[in-house]
Nanobody
Framework: QVQLVESGGGLVQPGGSLRLSCTASRSIFSFTSTGWYRQAPGKQRELVAS???????NYPYSVKGRFTISRDNAKTTLYLQMNSLKPEDTAVYYC????????WGQGTQVTVSS
């Protein structure tokens, strides 16, 4: 399997920006679809961004235009750039790879508050 480690979470003011990183134990992001999920207290985990090996991205309306998913040239790190953050974005964020790895990171807390 592949190990995923997230970083970059923290406390940020409304309207601010944050970039999350997800580093894989080996170069796999060119060979499988990847994405970012989030889970707020009392709510279901939801997909907020996805990226195919060919570079196709997808976002739900709630974050479209504010969040951007990308990967580095070495294909070892996945990023989520978050701009114009709102209190509703507060959640634990997880990176994920689909088949054949089906791996999850440990999660990183993002809190948007003044």
């Amino acid at each position: 399997q592949v190990q995923l480690v997230e970083s970059g979470g923290g406390l940020v003011q409304p309207g601010g920006s944050l970039r999350l990183s997800c580093t894989a134990s080996r170069s796999i992001f060119s060979f499988t679809s990847t994405g970012w999920y989030r889970q707020a207290p009392g709510k279901q985990r939801e997909l907020v961004a996805s990226l195919t090996p060919g570079g196709l991205t997808n976002y739900p309306y709630s974050v479209k235009g504010r969040f951007t998913i990308s990967r580095d040239n070495a294909k070892t790190t996945l990023y989520l750039q978050m701009n114009s953050l709102k209190p509703e974005d507060t959640a634990v964020y997880y990176c994920h790879t689909w088949a054949p790895y089906d791996s999850w990171g440990q999660g990183t807390q993002v809190t948007v508050s003044s």
